[in-house]
């Protein structure tokens, strides 16, 4: 069975442009949440999405977007980025987002410069 | 919202020694889970527990969800251990929790050959 499937690995972006972050969960899972990771931070919460709604959303700036698709595939978009989005951002999927285990890709580093 | 507290935050062993890592958090939880990161950044799972006690070759963990904390044992530690581990809870706070895990600060643990 396929992992959470994460694209692209790594990308650097310069202040001001916008950048998309793919998210593929394992086969079954409806459920795909996002998180950004950085040394000030650690990990906290962007948004949930379950069967192309969003669920529940953490405490960002409205430059941080998603969508879910019909096969529950996920993108993460942010826009008019600034220095402090550089961050390792992580995906994670679940069958339901509640009650159970969620698993996670290998994340996505971003550079902003 | 919840708080989620790791201890200790550093931990160095010698290869073979054993350890205890413990996650304290402030409210009733449906979901625990432990995570240990790799150095490329993606989180592995170790054990999903929100109550009662899993082992799984040298590591085992016990949550007790009445008074709100876990442990993870790590037996005849070995290098390849190293690394950051953090424990991550889910609250049962209805919507607001819907795919959202609560990540504590993190353990570093560098084992020694």
């Known amino acids: 069975k396929a992992g959470v499937t994460q694209t692209p690995r790594y990308l650097i972006k310069t202040r001001g442009q916008q950048v998309t972050l793919s998210c593929s969960p394992i086969?079954?899972?409806?459920?795909v949440s996002w998180y950004q990771q950085t040394p000030g931070q650690g990990l906290q919460f962007l948004f949930e999405y379950f069967s192309e709604t969003q669920r529940n959303k953490g405490n960002f700036p409205g430059r941080f977007s998603g969508r879910q698709f019909s096969n529950s595939r996920s993108e993460m978009n942010v826009s008019t980025l600034e220095l402090g989005d550089s961050a390792l951002y992580l995906c994670?999927?679940?069958?339901?987002?509640?009650?159970?285990?969620?698993?996670f890709g290998q994340g996505t580093r971003l550079t902003v410069v | 919202g919840i708080q989620v507290e790791q201890s200790p935050p550093d931990l160095i062993l010698q290869e073979g020694a054993n350890s205890t890592l413990r996650c304290n958090f402030s409210?009733?939880?449906?979901?625990l889970q432990w995570f240990h990161q790799n150095p490329w950044g993606q989180l592995i799972n170790l054990f999903y527990i929100p109550s009662g006690t899993k082992q799984n070759g040298r590591l085992s963990a016990t949550t007790v969800a009445t008074e709100r904390y876990s442990l993870l044992y790590i037996s005849s530690s070995q290098t390849t251990d190293s690394g950051v581990y953090f424990c991550a809870v889910q609250p049962n706070a209805g919507g607001t929790s819907y795919g959202k895990l609560t990540f504590g600060q993190g353990t570093i643990l560098t084992v020694h050959p």
């Open positions: 994670a999927s679940s069958l339901q987002g509640k009650n159970t285990e969620a698993f």
């Open positions: 409210d009733s939880v449906n979901n």
């Open positions: 086969s079954g899972h409806r459920s």
